[in-house]
């Protein structure tokens, strides 16, 4: 009877966990099917471009018995999917190929590159999400057409204009008219010695080290270029949350609160933000995934030292293996976000979880 009376409980959390459980199951296995899908489509897209990359590699004026040589040497007159098995298992393995056109190793190069890629969408996100929020509660709950159409106005800016001419623009006036920021010299001043690596994010890094001066050059040279990568999806969050507050706002359940005297900020902040925010936080976590993909313009302009460099070589020389790694990683952190989301989103609200509303996954 004891044994009995102590299992109750087990078995209560256990009830209480499996629909938690099995959502997790059903988006993990959804996401490695869309993973190997990316991959399917990245691996066979990029061998029906024109040209052959062994032509690309050793040139025009190469000899039509060099061009044989390197095609047998990359594989590349093999069945496709021959080469497709080798590819997911070399990757699978760690060994991400060479790079066609430097001859240094794929993870080599990404690894090297790819936390100056994180640290820009990362600052980027973070401006964008906070003066989504910021401006989606101040136009809605003071309900004020001058600020209501100022946040509309830049939303419909941000939206409508390219990123990378954003950036120029920025370039232009803050860094040339007006020098207060620095222009396009990459991560860190002149003469300024990068921190310890630890995390290859500089802002993480030179804290970590007690370096502030260093921290505050690294903020500085983020500024701009984040400023032009998060326009866009600050105009996009923000009018998705503030269209919800605005639906939340006239619900029943907001005049009941408002009749037990609780003040209209509380109201908003206590009861309509959290009954908005859901739809907001799923599409945070889809564009985080998208400024980590969609940064190459940005860091051209900017002369950033990230993946966009290397992407925008292996395009222009059809490097397969930093085009393909890059693509199917850029797909695992896209689709690893979203099922994050997803899971935070199923915790947070139990009619995701049970499948009564879905996410924008």
Known sequence: MVKAQSAT??????????????????????????????????????????????????????????????????????????????????????????????????????????????????????????????????????????????????????????????????????????????????????????????TGLYTVDALIALNPSTFLDAVWHLVLPAVALGLAPFAFLMRLLRANLRDVAGEPFILVVRSKGVSRWKTFVRHALPNAFLPTLTAGGLVLGQLVAGSVLVEKVYNWPGVGTLVTNGILQQDYSVLQTFILLTAVVYIGLNLIVDVVSGMVDPRVRTGSVDTLG
């Open 9 to 198: 409980p087990a078995l209560k959390h256990l009830r209480r966990a499996r629909p938690i459980i099995g959502l997790i199951g059903r988006r993990t296995l959804g996401s490695l099917a869309a993973i190997v899908g990316a991959s399917i489509v990245v691996f066979i897209l990029l061998r029906l471009v024109p040209g052959n990359p062994a032509r690309a590699v050793l040139g025009q004026f190469a000899s039509d018995q060099a061009v044989e040589s390197l095609t047998n040497s990359m594989g590349l007159n093999e069945p496709i999917y021959v080469q497709y098995y080798r590819y997911v298992a070399d990757f699978l393995r760690g060994d991400w190929g060479v790079s066609y056109s430097t001859g240094e190793a794929v993870m080599t190069q990404m690894t090297s590159r790819l936390p100056a890629t994180l640290e820009l969408a990362l600052a980027a996100f973070a401006l964008a999400f906070g003066a989504a929020v910021v401006l989606a509660l101040l136009s809605t709950y003071r309900r004020r057409p001058w600020l209501d159409g100022s946040a509309r106005g830049v939303a419909a800016f941000g939206l409508g204009t390219p990123p990378f001419w954003i950036g120029l623009v920025l370039l232009v006036v803050f860094s040339e008219y007006v020098p207060f920021f620095p222009g396009p010299e990459g991560r860190l001043s002149s003469g300024v010695e990068p921190p310890p690596k630890v």
